[in-house]
């Protein structure tokens, strides 16, 4: 991915997707709750984004993402037990972003934990039914990593990366 992404990606390091009109076309974020719900709302909520951003087309493969990193942030960030959502929707420990630009599509799951994602070894169990979330990430997008969060903000923001063809831009 190179220099460009990793500038692009920059805002992400505050846990805040960029504002600035000129860099992103779009940008949409939503708190979850933490309770494996969220990863259902999340979807509900990819889907509603990409449908406003004339993207939907690429709904399957984005939501496959999504489900996926709500996922490891729920299951493996977030401490304890997930809980039922806050009444008052205060500091989410998780929070979903989508950032649009012409030709690519960000989808960034912020969470509290500063440990870093682990994908399965190649030579661990294939039969489990867990552990291939960050396979799937990395089949389905065109790119995904991690960044520690800047700042006042602890923990770590986990981004997918999708190409889009010029023809798709809303710009």
């Given amino acids: 991915m190179g220099t460009n992404a990793s500038a692009i990606l920059e805002p ?3 846990g805040l997707p960029p504002i600035d009109p000129t860099t992103v076309s779009h940008s949409a974020s939503c708190a979850l709750p933490t309770c494996f719900e ?3 709302g999340a979807r509900r909520f990819t889907r509603s984004t990409l449908g406003e951003w004339n ?3 690429r709904f399957d493969d984005v939501s496959l993402v999504v489900s996926e990193l709500v996922t490891n942030a729920l299951r493996h960030a977030v401490p304890g037990e997930p809980e039922p959502p806050r009444q008052d929707g205060l500091n989410p420990p998780v929070r979903l ?9 960000v989808c960034a799951v912020r969470d509290p934990s500063q440990d870093s ?6 030579d661990e169990d294939c039969s489990a039914e867990s552990g291939r979330g960050l396979f799937l990430v990395e089949s ?9 969060l800047a700042g006042a903000l602890q923990g770590k923001v986990v981004w997918a990366l999708f190409r889009l063809t010029s023809d ?3 710009d």
């Fill in 117 to 122: 994602p682990a994908a399965r070894q190649g």
């Fill in 140 to 148: 389905f997008s065109d790119g995904w990593g991690w960044h520690p």
């Fill in 97 to 105: 972003h989508l950032m649009h630009w012409a030709s690519r599509l």
């Fill in 38 to 40: 969220a990863v259902r």
């Fill in 168 to 170: 798709r831009s809303m």
């Fill in 12 to 14: 992400l390091r505050q």
């Fill in 55 to 57: 993207l939907a087309d």
